[in-house]
Nanobody
Framework: QVQLVESGGGLVQPGGSLALSCAAS????????MSWARQKSGKRLEWVSS????????KYANFVKDRFTISRDNAKNMLFLQMNDLDMEDTAMYYC???WGIGGNSGRGTQVTVSS
C-alpha cells in the first residue's frame, strides 16, 4: 500500500530554515508527480508546491515567494522541501502528497513551528 513518511520538521526562529523529507513506498514513485501541502491549526489543507515526475517542472503557491524549493530523488523514492526565510505564518503541519495538488494520499505530516 502507499506509504508516505514525512520528517524534518521542528521549531525554528523567524528567518531560519528547515529541510523536509518524504520517504515514499508502495507505488511507482518515479512515474508520479508529487506535492507538499500544509495545514495550519484550525484551517483547511492548502497546497504548497508540486513537482513533475521527472523533476523538470515545479510550481509554488504565491505565499512561497521564492523561499521554498521542492525537489526529488527518484533513485531513492524521496521528496524534499527546502524552506528558507521562514516566518510565523509558515507554522503548520506539512504533508507529502501523492500526485499533483492536494487530493492524493498523504502521510501523517511533520510539524513546523516558527517562533521566537
Amino acid at each position: 500500500q502507499v506509504q508516505l513518511v514525512e520528517s524534518g520538521g521542528g521549531l525554528v526562529q523567524p528567518g531560519g530554515s528547515l529541510a523536509l523529507s518524504c520517504a515514499a513506498s508502495g507505488f511507482d514513485f518515479r512515474s508520479t508527480a508529487m506535492s507538499w501541502a500544509r495545514q495550519k491549526s484550525g484551517k483547511r489543507l492548502e497546497w504548497v508546491s508540486s513537482i513533475t515526475m521527472d523533476g523538470t517542472y515545479k510550481k509554488y503557491a504565491n505565499f512561497v515567494k521564492d523561499r521554498f524549493t521542492i525537489s526529488r530523488d527518484n533513485a531513492k523514492n524521496m521528496l524534499f522541501l527546502q524552506m528558507n526565510d521562514l516566518d510565523m505564518e509558515d507554522t503548520a503541519m506539512y504533508y507529502c502528497v501523492q500526485g499533483w495538488g492536494i487530493g492524493g494520499n498523504s502521510g501523517r505530516g511533520t510539524q513546523v513551528t516558527v517562533s521566537s
